[in-house]
T-cell receptor, first 113, second 112 residues
Framework: DGGITQSPKYLFRKEGQNVTLSCEQN?????MYWYRQDPGQGLRLIYYSQIVNDFQKGDIAEGYSVSREKKESFPLTVTSAQKNPTAFYLC????????????FGPGTRLTVT | QQQVKQSPQSLIVQKGGISIINCAYENTAFDYFPWYQQFPGKGPALLIAIRPDVSEKKEGRFTISFNKSAKQFSLHIMDSQPGDSATYFCAASIGGTYKYIFGTGTRLKVLA
């Protein structure tokens, strides 16, 4: 059953703590993305990776970090430097051949208090 | 120039009616325009997409109309059903950049 999994679905952290969100895909897609979604706003790109061991900053990368050590995995770390981390985080992937079509995971809702 | 403006913010339609959501863009380099459907607490799902060399694309009850000269595109949901109640996002992409620019979303409610 191919798809994108994100875990956990809900995550709670205290302010000042780093937290890592998981994203795994078994679609054999080369490209992976992290978006942030806030109420009343569209999805905003945090980071993206086109190939293993390479990634680029998106529009709102400050306070976030990523790694891409395996094709299937693209974890996102929300650091304590992120001023407003509470949000819905979405991971997506696309194949290099038809990179236009991005497929999303179910999301992780992070709450920082 | 990188914005995609989406309207309306919310929409209420009677069952069986036509839902219309509009998006406008400035950057003529955009060459792919997808629409996503998102239910509460879920990730967006690709609904339908169009490229600028086509003026209309239909898939079942969903149609994209594209006006290249006006730099506008719209989603039409025919015979709207309560199950269509969701938030819809338009997006635009420049080929080879792997980046989408999303609209702010339209919350659709279809009344039974």
């Amino acid at each position: 059953d191919g798809g994108i999994t994100q875990s956990p679905k809900y995550l709670f952290r205290k302010e000042g703590q780093n937290v890592t969100l998981s994203c795994e895909q078994n679609l054999n897609h080369d490209a992976m993305y992290w978006y942030r979604q806030d109420p009343g706003q569209g999805l905003r790109l945090i980071y993206y990776s086109q190939i293993v061991n390479d990634f680029q900053k998106g529009d709102i990368a400050e306070g976030y970090s990523v790694s891409r050590e395996k094709k299937e995995s693209f974890p996102l770390t929300v650091t304590s430097a992120q001023k407003n981390p509470t949000a819905f985080y979405l991971c997506a992937s696309s194949s290099a051949v038809s990179s236009y079509e991005q497929y999303f995971g179910p999301g992780t809702r992070l709450t920082v208090t | 120039q990188q914005q995609v403006k989406q309207s309306p913010q919310s929409l209420i339609v009677q069952k069986g009616g036509i839902s219309i959501i509009n998006c406008a863009y400035e950057n003529t380099a955009f060459d792919y325009f997808p629409w996503y459907q998102q239910f509460p607490g879920k990730g967006p799902a690709l609904l339908i997409a169009i490229r600028p060399d086509v003026s209309e694309k239909k898939e079942g009850r969903f149609t994209i109309s594209f006006n290249k000269s006006a730099k506008q595109f719209s989603l039409h949901i025919m015979d709207s059903q309560p199950g269509d109640s969701a938030t819809y996002f338009c997006a635009a992409s420049i080929g080879g950049t792997y980046k989408y620019i999303f609209g702010t979303g339209t919350r659709l409610k279809v009344l039974a």
